[in-house]
């Protein structure tokens, strides 16, 4: 699943990443170490796919009367149960009353650089991308929903899952979010997209592109927001091999991995 995520990127980078801008009026959101259940993010969206928008994390369907808060919707719907990762049936997500609106016609780009995950044993994880590859793309849906009580215009998100690859299974995750490729990214909001098209980009992240390294259980602290939460507190899954450049200089013996290095560097 996805419950929290880091979104700890300047503006400038996302909005360079992303071939995006800020929506008029809309107010910048600072560093996000914890971005979790009722917090504001960044989100792109197929109404307006080359504009960030700030949305909150949990979304309500707009039929609803109560404020409901679904952080995650399974791409699956309600088959594979079971979360079998060689599961190859239907992505039936659009069969959910709550979704089948959404990933039809609100769909978004939920940006982030990275994600948290438990294992079996309940010990946390940050989650990324190899190669420092942040921020990337997760599938979203959006909804827009009226409170009742104060009549405010909610808009809020929720972040597609599917079943885990194979670094995931290896800590006992059963399901993870949808990351896109940076081509699904431009298919998945754009708005002529047909559902088969869409759907058809709800698969697992291929493994060997991710890596993870446990963190502090100081995640679980409700609005701790602070970069000490991605700091290492063990080793890397996949130990990562740097690029090299060769030069005449040139010595093998002094070449070092990215995991001496941080995964992640204020910019």
């Known amino acids: 699943m996805c419950k929290k995520f880091v979104l700890a990127s300047t503006l400038e980078t996302i909005e360079g990443r992303f071939n995006s801008r800020l929506g008029p009026g809309t107010i910048e959101i600072p560093r996000m170490y914890s971005v979790g259940s009722g917090d504001s ?15 909150k994390f949990g979304m309500t ?6 404020q409901m808060g679904l952080i995650n919707a399974r791409a699956e719907g309600d088959k594979n149960l079971k979360d079998d990762p ?59 929903w009226k409170d009742p009580q104060t ?14 690859n194979r670094l995931l299974q290896s800590i006992g995750a059963k399901r993870m979010p949808v990351i896109l490729s940076r081509s699904g990214e431009s298919h998945w909001v754009k708005p002529s997209s047909s559902l088969a098209d869409v759907l058809r980009l709800l698969n697992p992240y291929p493994y060997d592109k991710m890596n993870a390294y446990p963190v ?26 740097a690029p090299t450049v060769v030069t005449a200089s040139y010595k093998p013996h002094k070449m070092k991995t990215q995991s001496d290095k941080p995964w992640f560097k204020e910019n």
Request: aromatic residues 16%; hydrophobic residues 40%; proline residues 8%.
């Open 216 to 241: 502090s259980d100081m995640i679980e602290r409700p609005y701790f927001n602070d970069p000490s939460l991605l700091t290492p507190a063990g080793e890397k899954l996949i130990k990562e091999s």
């Open 61 to 66: 369907p707009f039929y609803s009367e109560t």
């Open 41 to 55: 993010s960044y989100v792109i969206t197929s109404g307006e796919p080359h504009m960030i928008q700030v949305y």
């Open 151 to 164: 009549k405010e215009d909610v808009f809020a998100f929720a972040v597609i899952t599917t079943s885990a």
């Open 86 to 144: 060689c599961y190859s049936g239907s992505k039936a997500i659009f069969l959910k009353p709550a979704f089948r609106k959404p990933v039809q016609f609100q769909r978004c780009i939920v940006i982030a650089d990275a994600y948290y995950e438990w294992t079996d044993k309940n010990l946390p994880y940050l989650v990324f991308l190899q190669n420092r590859d942040r921020p990337f793309g997760m599938a979203g849906i959006y909804d827009q």
